[in-house]
């Protein structure tokens, strides 16, 4: 199995050292960079398989870097590193794009942890990129984004696709709000759990017409059953 690579993007020697030390141990090659320029060229040259990428960088920062990678189109997975407590850097990272945060000062445990996590995400959305998902009549085409009851093809909105499609990869699994919210939105900061209910309302009436059904599982969340 190949190894994994990860770019540390920061400012600080010490913290690219720091978080190396830990990866390393982990069995994942590191490269650092401290300049955001430098580590842009290198992240388009010669994507990763994950860039762990501070805000706070000389000549471009975070955020633009990320701006700038996304419009590329390119899908390298990113966990940005945000000032402790400014919840508006966690909000404007996930919204460029970014694949998950952490804030300063983080416990090197909880980012092999996160990093570890977001891998495993992107590696089952690779795996199900060209497969076709059937709960009860519903059809999902995850490579085309369809999604039909029985042969009648039905427009969904791309969370209410990525709601569906989590719900139905697991029938029957009860989802709490925050693991929809991350699963389908790529996120998990408190507070934006009321986005899911509406999008959950709206799904509803959308296939209201096939054979299976979104229950509210009280106080916790949701599940798909037929």
Not at 36 to 42: E, F, L
Not at 47 to 76: A, H, T, Y
Not at 148 to 161: P, S, V
Request: aromatic fraction near 8%; include cysteine.
């Amino acid at each position: 199995m190949p190894v994994e690579r990860i770019y540390v993007v920061d400012d600080e020697a010490s913290i690219i050292e720091f978080v190396r030390i830990y990866l390393e141990k982990e069995g994942f090659q590191v490269k650092g960079f401290k300049d955001g320029k430098q580590a842009y060229s290198a992240i388009m040259a010669d994507p990763p398989d994950l860039v762990v990428l501070d805000v706070m960088l000389p000549s471009m920062d975070g955020f633009e870097i990320c701006k700038k990678i996304r419009s590329e189109e390119n899908q390298v997975p990113i966990i940005m590193l945000t000032a402790k407590d400014e919840e508006i850097d966690k909000i404007v990272g996930l919204e460029l794009g970014a694949d998950d945060y952490l804030t300063k000062p983080f416990n090197p445990r909880e980012l092999v942890a996160r990093i570890k996590a977001v891998l495993r995400r992107v590696t089952l959305k690779r795996q199900t990129q060209e497969e076709i998902i059937h709960a009860g009549d519903i059809t999902l085409d995850i490579k085309r984004r369809e999604v039909k009851i029985k042969d009648d093809l039905i427009k969904l909105r791309t969370q209410e696709f990525e709601l569906l499609r989590v719900l139905a990869e697991e029938p029957g699994r009860v989802f709490s709000r925050d693991q929809l919210l991350y699963l389908a939105w790529g996120y998990d900061f408190a507070g934006q759990t009321r986005t899911v209910d509406v999008h959950i309302a709206q799904l509803r009436r959308k296939i209201q017409a096939a054979d299976v059904q979104i229950e509210t599982v009280t106080g916790y969340g949701y599940k798909l059953v037929y």
